[in-house]
């Protein structure tokens, strides 16, 4: 997407009342800036940089609707922006074409999630932590995120360049229910479930380091968790100075579960496994 040349077209959020550092909820203030934007034309929104002590972030605990002309919402310098839980961009069949979020980051707190319901509208995403929900048919694209990724509509497809999850986590950090997920460098560290692919999904991996911590030899969270889907990573590395994952990969296929366990440091070239459109067919391959 072409940065947009005009500064006419830029707006500052912070004009309408988003103030870093006083603990308040700047929801109405994103929202009155996006409004006053798709009202006026204005495709760019920014907020300013912030630094210093804590607390030196924007708070974001509801739902921003991005829709009309705006089609970049970017920090300049640190912007950082938190979360109760609650807070989201929307991005949906009222919105630009294209629109990207860039510079915004939680940086320890609780993320927003940015969140693409549109049928046909793309997101980018690039330079955030912000969690990548997806729940349209609109395309994903997410580039140098350390961020956690949801997939929650079947065929929806999310491209991902650089992907940093990190974290604890049961179930996942990246989530594909029944999606397409595509990725082009992947890192990350902590315990528990890292991908998990399931209801029919399609998770394609090209290069992939995981920088495990001293993981428990009782810990049978598996990296990689695929159930009834296909998973197929290629260029892994693991290393951790203590214990490495005792499961590295879980697959159901019906009743049957398979892992594949113990390895140490391992290098993989290539490990796949997929079923056919009915759930029939069981390949599974470590090289």
Known sequence: MPWETNLGNWLCINDFGAIPGDNKDD?????????????????????????????????????????GSVRHIIGLG???VISNGKGRFIVDDDSA???????????????????????TNTLVVESCDLRVIGE??????????????????ADQSLWARQLNPEGDSDIG?????????????VKHEGRGVRFLTDQGGFTEILGLFNYAPDIATSDFRPAFDIQ??????????????????????????????????GGGWIGWALYSGWSGSKGIQIRSQVE
């Open 173 to 185: 950090l990246v989530l594909n229910h029944g999606g397409r997920l595509w990725a082009l460098g």
């Open 78 to 80: 640190f912007g950082r």
């Open 228 to 261: 009834d889907a296909s998973f197929c990573v290629m260029g892994v590395r693991e290393i951790s100075f203590g214990n490495t994952y005792p499961v590295k990969v879980r697959e159901h296929r019906g009743e049957d579960i398979r892992t594949e366990k």
């Open 97 to 119: 074409p294209v629109v990207k979020f860039q510079h915004l980051q939680a940086f320890g707190g609780k993320p927003p999630e940015v969140v693409n319901r549109s049928k």
């Open 27 to 67: 929801t109405a203030a994103f929202q009155a800036a996006v409004n006053a934007a798709a009202k006026q034309g204005k495709t760019t929104l920014y907020l300013r940089g912030i630094g210093g002590r804590e607390p030196n972030w924007y708070t974001l605990n509801g739902e921003v609707r991005v829709h």
């Open 136 to 153: 349209g048919k609109g395309d994903i694209f997410a580039t140098d995120c350390p961020s956690g990724i949801e997939l929650r509509s």
